[in-house]
């Protein structure tokens, strides 16, 4: 049987707060679609998961140099990472929306010119951000987690900032003092990535794992968990 035989522990690197995905909760303890998602399928796949909030970059940075052993952190599966990392089969999709201060006038990119902009380290909004910044004029000021990003706009220090649309969306539903005024960018899917060429079977694991959940309805109650039932 499955419980005879050891199992083996994966570390996995996440964001240190990226709600709805990754947060910790009263408890202290990481929930979150990504959080939830990884235990079940650790679970249906035989094996344990040791779950580290380094933020998004270092922790996109730890698989890359191999220092653990993968990242489930909202990551955007795009063609640059592609070359450095093994992606699995997409399990939400998402994209880049521009958010404003609730009293804000600004309604679009155009407004952005001589004006300072949030993004977050690593990230593709800040990709998106860094793309666009000479065609509209504005400067972009980078920061490590969402939370210090959000705020650098609420205190009236930057103007806008980019984050992922189910992610700004939440946080303004949960009292955050923004507003989208974008429809998405840069649209994709997330994935749980590995090294390149490495942890192939964690891999192969997860994609298992990830097609019973969706199979038995587990992804479902997990999404309908953190975005109420028509997510
Ligand atoms: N989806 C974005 C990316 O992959 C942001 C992820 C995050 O901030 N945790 O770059």
Redesign the pocket.
Known sequence: SASAKTQQTYTIGT?VT?PP?EFANDQNKYVGIDMDLMRAIAKDQGFKVNIKPLG?NAAVQATQSGQIDGVI????I?KERAATFDFSNPYFT?G?VMAVAKNSKITDLNALKGKRVAV?T??????YANSIKNKYGFKVVTFDD?NNMYEDVTTGNSVACF??SP?MRYAIQQGSKLKIVTKPAESGS?GFAVKKGQNKALLTAFNRGLANLKKNGQYDKITERYLGKDS
């Open positions: 964001d990226f995905f998004f952190a909202g990551m955007s795009t998402s880049v977050k690593g990230t593709s909004g800040a990709d969402s984050e992922d992610v997330y």
